[in-house]
């Protein structure tokens, strides 16, 4: 499954949620599963295989989670550390995000399960659900970040305009 880069559409849009758990959403998360590791990510959103569902997978080097609804219901806590991202290739940006958070989803079975994740397990968590609402490392980035970045951006944007 081809990762989406910036300047595809699908990675603004809003996911929508997953209402049942459906072999083809099972065969997705194999699907995205053999992406994330092909491309040596440590988190994929479903739209940035152009599935805009509300499901990621995240695997900080403790094997793989897949989420489905998540919700962030408390974060604590503070950290700033450079981030990358599969639909921004060689894009790095340093982002403050909260250190600590509790999340709510699904599981691949339907289930309603609870986790408490912090350090990179939370950080992956966190930029994950930013793409789930269209959010992206490039609109987190600081004013001089931003305008490092600009060019590379305009590169990307430009190399999707043309495949479309
Ligand atoms: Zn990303």
């Known amino acids: 499954m081809p990762i989406k880069l910036y300047g595809s559409p699908v990675l603004r849009e809003k996911a929508a949620p997953v209402d049942e758990i459906t ?9 995205m599963r ?9 988190g994929l959103a479903a739209n940035q295989i152009g599935v805009a569902r509300q499901l990621f997978l995240a695997d900080e080097g403790k094997g793989l989670k ?3 609804n998540p919700r962030i219901i408390e974060t604590d ?10 639909s921004l290739p060689e ?27 912090d350090g990179l397990l939370a950080r992956i968590i966190q930029h994950e659900y930013d793409h789930l609402k269209g959010v992206l490392i490039s609109d987190r980035a600081g004013f001089l970040a931003s305008r490092m970045i ?12 043309e495949s479309l």
């Open 23 to 31: 072999d083809e959403l099972l065969d997705l998360i194999v699907g």
């Open 34 to 42: 053999e992406s994330l590791y092909y491309h040596q990510g440590v």
């Open 66 to 68: 897949a989420f489905i």
């Open 77 to 86: 806590g503070e950290s700033s550390s450079e981030e990358g991202c599969l």
């Open 91 to 117: 894009i790095y940006v340093d982002i403050t995000r909260a250190q600590t958070l509790l999340l709510e989803y699904l599981d691949e079975k339907g289930e309603i399960r609870r986790l408490e994740a």
């Open 150 to 161: 600009r060019g590379k951006l305009k590169r990307l944007r430009k190399r999707v305009r």
